[in-house]
Each structure stands twice: as C-alpha cells, then as structure tokens.
C-alpha cells in the first residue's frame, strides 16, 4: 500500500525540522563558548585572587589574554578549515579546549592561570571561527545573517546566565568548579559535533595552501577595502562590547553600591536587550537589506553611547538614566553584529573560513585593546568606560560610511561579489 503523500511530506519535513534544531543547537553552542567562557567566572575574580594569591590585577588580565589568546586561534583554524575541511579542525580545537579548562580548574598559580587561559583561547577559537564558516557554506548572505541572528538567540543564554551561574558555583563547589563545568561544556560541544554536525565544505572546495600563502591570502583581505570596513565596523562594535564588560563592575559595584548579586541580574537584563535585538534582527532583514540595518544600528549606537558620555559627564539624569542608555547601546550591537558578519563574507564563498578567521581576530584584537583602555585610564569614574564606548560607536558609523561608498544601493545585499583573492 502506497503511503499517503501528505503523511510523507510531513514526515520529511519534520526529519528536515530536527536536523535544523540540531543544528542550530550545536552552532548555537559553538558561538557561546567566548562569551561563557568570559563572563562565567567574572564573580569569582575577588576568589580567585585570593586563592591563587596573586593581585586583583592578575586575575583581570586573564580576560585580555583570552582574548588574544583567541585572536590568534582564529587566524589558525580559518586557512586550516579551508584546507581540511570544517570538521576536523573544529574537532581538534574543542579537545585542546576541554583539556585547557582542566588546566585551569587544577592550577594553582597566576602564572599557570594566565598560561592555560591563553590555551583554551587557542582552542575555543576553533568553535567561533568556523561556525561562522559553516554559516557562510549554507546559506546566502540575506539567509545567513538571519541565521547568525538565530544563533545569537541560542547563544544569547550565555550572557545572561553565566554571571549568575557562576555566582552558584562559588557557593558549593568554589571558582574551581566554575572551569570544571566548562570542560564539561567542551566535552557536550565535541560530542555534538561528531553527532550532528555535518561536513559543510566540499573536497571540491576546498583549498591547500602553504604558510606563505595563507599570509597573501590575510594580505589580500586586508586590502579589499569594503571587507576591510566592515571587518573594522564588527571590531568597533566588539570594542563597545567589551569596553561595557570591562567598566560594569566599577559603575553598578562600586560607584552606585549596587550588590553582586544584583549586578548579575542588571547584567543579564542588558544581554537579554542584545538578544532581543538579534531576533528582532531576522524579522526586519524580511523588509530591509542588511547593509541598510548595519547602518542605522551603528548611527544609534553613536547616538546613546554619546548621550551616555554627557550623562555621567554632567550627573544628568543620573544612575537611572545611565542604565537605561547602556541597555539601548547594547540592543545597538545585537542589530550589528549578524549584519555585519555577513556582509563582510558574502564576497568570499571559498575563502570564507580565512575571511571569517581574520574578521574574528580583528574583532577580540580591538575589543581587547577597548577593554584595556578602559583599565589604563582608569581614574575611579565611570568616563573611560564610556568614552570608549562613544569613540568605538564613532569609528563604526566611519568605517561604515567608507564602506557604502564601495558599493552602490543598486547593487543589494544578496548579489554575491566576484572572490578578489
């Protein structure tokens, strides 16, 4: 008896639905690792510096030497995804990531600290870099931005629960058990991997290259100057980003006596602005063209981070105001961050693991020297937090500018450019 074709085309959508999920979850989880892996164990600094016996300060520059440990681990894993595929290389990143996690939980010094958080940056890159590849792989730019978009919604837990996860840890099990979940979590990563993640870049795509050739190929990119823009655009909104994370503490915690724990509340409230964003995101690109969300997202976010600035400056308006122009700049680069991702790759269908490995390290490279700059200067206000934050916006709406005037409006977000490299 022949099956009634309405029963088979449900069942092969729902098949087509679960493997979407899977998907999505796994991508999803690969695109968080940065972010749980940065604000979950942010609680546990005071702890940690005391356990480890080492200043505050020690502690706080394993941040930065995540970040660049992670900067240089993208421009690693890029070519090599390239060349072998986007499976193996992300494999091999999640295991040095997991065992770089048990370092840390086991460590029992700041130099130890500094060292395995250099190494499980070196790993994690891995998983930020070639999701975006995968993303990149299957599908085109106007689909692809409203997957990142998606994609955030699935990350966007991280943010927001980390910081009050973490906070939990420190009750039972100290900040040692905080490193002991992540490795769990690298371990899950693996296992969905190998399980539902499939091999998205064709042998026939891809490309070896020797060392010097990847070198030209990152030279290449650099001086194709509407992706040089946009991947200056994403580095200018992660410099904001992190900037905020870097300040928060000292403007909640110690300027207005707001406790820990409700520090973890306020933060969590912002993250969940910026994930609201990504999904209001995917249903604006159904009307409007990336390039023009990018545009109008980096002009507001000039505009709060600017209001920001006189607010503290003057004390108009006060702690309440602040909070709620630090929650509007947030939701800013929850509108960037897909767009501009995609369109920064859209030119390169078979270089897009290099291209997307280069716009990352440029993007933790300029968020790390924004966090830096807000310690620097720290003069115990909350103005270097916020300078920097209005001066990354600027810069982005800037770079944004150079970029339009490469590509006309006739041209369109989903019209594939011919690969320069």
Avoid at 133 to 144: G, H, I, M, Q, S
Avoid at 150 to 178: E, H, K, N, S
Avoid at 260 to 287: E, M, V
Wanted: with cysteine.
């Amino acid at each position: 008896m022949k099956r009634n074709t309405a029963a088979v085309a449900a069942e092969t959508s729902g098949v087509r639905s679960a493997r979407l999920a899977k998907l999505v979850l796994v991508l999803g989880a690969l695109t968080a690792f940065n972010a749980i892996s940065i604000d979950m164990y942010l609680p546990a600094f005071p702890q940690m510096a005391e356990d480890l016996a080492v200043p505050l300060g020690t502690v706080q520059l394993s941040v930065s030497a995540f970040l660049v440990g992670s900067a240089f681990g993208q421009l690693i894993y890029g070519p090599l995804s390239d060349r072998w595929g986007r499976r193996l290389p992300l494999l091999c990143g999640l295991v040095i990531y997991t065992l770089a996690c048990v370092g840390c939980a086991l460590t029992g010094s700041g130099a130890g600290l500094l060292f395995w958080r250099v190494v499980m940056a070196l790993g994690g890159g891995a998983s930020i870099v070639i999701s975006r590849a995968v993303v990149r792989d299957l599908y085109n730019t106007t689909e692809a931005a409203r997957m990142l978009s998606l994609l955030m919604l699935v990350m966007g837990a991280a943010p927001i629960l980390a910081p009050l996860a973490g906070g939990q840890f420190l009750l039972f099990t100290g900040w040692r058990g905080i490193f002991a979940f992540l490795a769990l979590f690298g371990g899950l990563s693996l296992w969905g991997t190998l399980a539902w993640l499939p091999e998205s870049l064709p042998a026939q795509r891809r490309v070896a290259r020797r060392g010097g050739e990847m070198l030209a190929i990152y030279a290449g990119l650099l001086r194709h100057r509407r992706y040089l823009c946009y991947a200056l655009a994403l580095g200018a909104v992660a410099g904001l980003n992190f900037a905020y994370i870097a300040g928060a503490p000292q403007l909640f915690i110690e300027l207005h006596g707001i406790s820990p724990q409700a520090f973890g509340i306020l933060f969590g409230l912002n993250a969940s602005g910026l994930i609201g964003a990504t999904q209001l995101n995917r249903w604006l690109l159904r009307r409007y063209t990336a390039r023009r969300l990018l545009g109008v997202a980096l002009v507001f976010a000039a505009l709060t981070s600017s209001l920001l600035t006189a607010s503290v400056f003057t004390g108009i308006g006060g702690f309440p105001l602040q909070v709620v122009l630090i929650f509007g700049c947030l939701c800013t680069t929850g509108l960037s961050y897909p767009n501009v991702m995609a369109l920064a790759l859209e030119p390169f269908p078979t270089t897009a693991g290099s291209a997307s490995a280069l716009m990352g390290a440029m993007q933790y490279t300029l968020g790390a020297l924004a966090g830096g700059c807000v310690g620097l200067f720290h003069d115990g206000s909350a103005l270097p937090m916020v300078l920097t934050m209005t001066c990354c916006a600027v810069a982005g709406s800037v770079v944004f500018g150079i970029a339009s005037i490469e590509v006309s409006p006739a041209d369109g977000v989903g019209a594939a450019e011919p690969e320069q490299i």
